[in-house]
């Protein structure tokens, strides 16, 4: 089946913005490039590498999450996700679009799913406060952790449980579902050592990449969206990028668009732009998968390379009375990607003769997603005037199937991107080394000699202080 998504992408070339944006001989000098490129990761994923890309041509972890769901959703009216990072963005970005906005202010009666909480970080407030709002008797936990060490997801478990246990004595296992790899890691011992249900994340599946398997498919079914669709609108992208040439296919435009803009015009700045509060927490997610898979310090041929473009997020019309006015007017850095939605849910209007006033005449009567529309082409239009580089990713509605396309899109440009940079888009050594330094600070065993390390680094950073 044919895709439905469609990039504008006319404001990145010179053409349209002039000699800022990418000349049309660039781009199709790039074509051979991205062809490479797609041919090295079809090829392998055909060797049974890159699992994730495989993710939409089955639907063995969709049923797994349905039967794990299916005898729990009568008494769980709440579901708590313990993850950060890749194990959290893309259930709330899930949430965000597929759900109602105010899902969990809800009358039980209005939804036909659990409520969702996403505890994705170790802030004590907020977990803390989460129990003002649950009932625990009524409450899954989901422990999502891809390795199975993650501190900040093991302190999560290990503070909830003396509260499950409280609530519920001997039954605090069937309140637990950890999502884990299937064999690795100090969860899946957990999990099998006790008898807690469980899911997998696949092994060939990085966290950032994980949104389409269990990880983010359980929240999906247990909130009561469409998860078949989200699979469906991913694998029809799949379709796409296999068959499509370059000049026609999405994510391989996408991909090397970008690359030519930050090589060529130095817009080493990708700004996400949705005018969606639906689409809005689907910018957050791609600043993880962008800036993780892409920020690196050497390239596959162990050189110093140190490159990398930064994805920021931004929300149309908010932040047309926020960020808009630096991407005007401000350095020539950046990309910005807008995404429009062209059949809106709601025919709300705005009304005739509210107020003795002939100030606001041009508005009434008229639909609010006109308004939105008109402001989304307004700063479109001022964007290309000024110009700046900016594309537009447009999706039909925003439906469990249009967000499919959409999430694979961006995780198959990102692969591409990681072919045309020559560096490995999926690993992430700088969080790693992050992450050995809490490791050090918690005296976890393995981490005595990066302590001593770290205290004179700390003592060195103590030495500008004001006042």
């Not at 799913?113 to 009932?135: C, K, Q, T």
């Not at 090397?256 to 060529?264: D, I, P, S, V």
């Not at 006033?357 to 308004?371: D, I, N, P, Q, V």
Request: glycine share 8%.
């Amino acid at each position: 089946m044919a895709i439905e998504t469609r990039l504008n992408y006319s404001g990145m070339m010179d053409s349209v913005i002039g000699e800022r944006g990418i000349a049309e001989s660039d781009l199709k000098s790039l074509v051979s490039q991205l062809d490479r490129a797609r041919n090295e990761i079809l090829t392998r994923f055909s060797r049974g590498d890159l699992e994730w890309v495989g993710l939409p041509l089955t639907d063995k972890y969709l049923k797994a999450c349905e039967k794990v769901w299916t005898p729990l959703k009568k008494q769980m009216k709440n579901l708590v996700i313990l993850g950060i990072g890749g194990s959290a963005l893309g259930n709330i970005a899930l949430q965000t679009a597929l759900c109602s906005p105010f899902w969990n202010q809800l009358p039980d009666k209005a939804r036909k799913g659990a409520r969702l909480f996403v505890l994705d970080n170790v802030d004590p407030e907020r977990l803390e406060m989460l129990f003002n709002v649950i009932n625990v008797k009524e409450t899954l936990f989901n422990v999502i952790t891809k390795s199975g060490s993650t501190a900040e997801t093991a302190a999560q478990l290990f503070s909830v449980m003396p509260r499950l246990k409280k609530a519920v004595g001997d039954k605090w296992k069937d309140h637990i579902v950890i999502t884990t790899d299937p064999e690795k890691g100090a969860m899946r011992k957990l999990a099998d050592s006790q008898n807690i249900q469980s899911l997998v994340v696949p092994p060939g599946v990085g966290g950032r990449f994980s949104v389409l398997c269990p990880v983010g498919l359980f929240s999906v079914i247990a909130t009561g969206a469409d998860a078949s669709g989200l699979l469906e609108g991913a694998k029809n992208m799949h379709e796409h990028f296999r068959k499509s040439v370059p000049e026609c296919n999405v994510p391989l435009l996408m991909a090397g668009l970008l690359f030519l803009a930050y090589t060529t015009k130095g817009a080493h700045i990708h700004v996400m732009m949705p005018y969606s509060d639906r689409m809005r927490d689907m910018a957050d997610w791609f600043r993880q998968l962008w800036a993780e898979s892409l920020g690196k310090a050497v390239d596959r041929n162990g050189r110093k390379v140190n490159t990398g473009p930064t994805p920021e997020k931004a929300l149309g019309t908010t932040d047309q009375h926020s960020q808009v006015q630096l991407y005007m007017e401000g350095p020539f850095d950046k990309v910005v990607m807008l995404v429009e939605v062209e059949k809106e849910s709601s025919d709300l209007k705005i009304a005739s003769k509210v107020l003795d006033t002939t100030a606001f005449t041009y508005l009434e009567g008229r639909k609010m997603a006109e308004l939105f529309q008109a402001e989304l082409v307004g700063t479109r239009v001022a964007l290309t005037n000024a110009s700046r580089l900016n594309m537009t990713i447009r999706l039909p509605e925003v439906n469990s199937t249009a967000v499919g396309e959409f999430i694979y899109a961006w995780e198959l440009a990102t692969a591409v991107a990681g072919e045309l940079w020559n560096i490995d888009a999926f690993d992430q050594p700088g969080v790693e080394s992050g992450k050995v330094a809490a490791y050090a600070l918690m005296g976890k065993e393995d981490f005595k000699d990066a302590r001593s390390r770290i205290a004179e680094l700390e003592q060195k950073l103590e030495g500008f202080t004001a006042p």
